[in-house]
């Protein structure tokens, strides 16, 4: 089977080979909406990445608070509950709960476009992997650091904020990045409520076209892509934030 990559430049309408690949007066060829579908993927994994990454330093910071008072011991609780809830319920489910479910009794949230319910869904799933991450993060550290922080008159929001996290998301860098490459590719999922990202695109081009080889080859490709830079992209920012004995002092504590 011989592949034929002109696919790209057809209109999507009327199958007409289009001159350098670009439609005109509204119509779009194959390229210009892989393209489009390729922006939605990385919108909605940025935006997840985002919302998963601060709801789950929050919960993961509860999950580690000294049972000191009783307060403490409830927020712990809460952030044990909220990890369990979110890792246990698959992701598609969570996103067909926020596409269907969720309206029925927060009717504000029908205004929403689809690509954002996903979104969200995709950024409370990954958050409690995260907070997982940031409890063990927190945990490695050796408690000789919190104890001198103490001793030095800080209060216990201030040696989270001053001592704790900077180093603690310094150590789970390596994770965050598993993570986020992981988010890119479970943004596949947002085919399922009509969002026009890469996969919906790979599915439906398959189908007028019935040049699935050329499709899937470069929507894979595209995939790898985007997982690539978002690993190189953290990795540099993983260097430039790394404390030299950072690693080998949490070890020594744990």
Not at 54 to 79: D, K, Y
Not at 82 to 88: G, K, P, T
Not at 162 to 186: G, H
Request: glycine share 6%.
């Amino acid at each position: 089977m011989i592949l034929d990559w002109s696919i790209f430049c057809r209109s999507t309408t009327g199958n007409l080979q289009l001159a350098g690949c670009l439609g005109q007066n509204g119509e779009l060829s194959y390229l210009q909406w892989l393209l489009s579908a390729w922006g939605w993927t990385a919108t909605v994994a940025l935006l997840g990445f985002i919302i998963a990454l601060i709801i789950g330093i929050v919960i993961g910071t509860l999950r580690t608070l000294p049972s000191a008072s009783g307060l403490s011991t409830w927020a712990s609780r809460f952030a044990a509950a909220w990890v369990e809830l979110f890792r246990d319920i698959p992701l598609l489910v969570q996103v067909f709960l926020w596409y269907h479910v969720a309206p029925f009794f927060l009717p504000s949230l029908k205004t929403l476009p689809s690509w954002l319910l996903v979104s969200i869904a995709l950024g409370l799933f990954t958050s409690a992997r995260i907070a997982e991450q940031v409890r063990a993060g927190i945990q490695s550290l050796p408690r000789g650091q919190r104890d001198a922080a103490r001793a030095l008159g800080l209060r216990e929001v201030q040696v989270y904020r001053r001592v704790v996290l900077p180093v603690a998301l310094r150590i789970m860098m390596p994770a965050l990045t598993s993570e986020a490459m992981s988010i890119v590719k479970n943004s596949s999922v947002a085919f399922v409520v009509a969002v026009a990202e890469l996969t919906q695109f790979a599915m439906q081009a398959q189908e007028e076209t019935a040049r699935g080889i050329e499709i899937y080859l470069a929507v894979t490709l595209l995939y790898a892509l985007t997982a690539f830079a978002v690993n190189r992209v953290l990795a540099f920012i993983e260097s430039r934030v790394q404390v030299p004995g950072v690693g080998a002092l949490a070890r020594q504590g744990a």
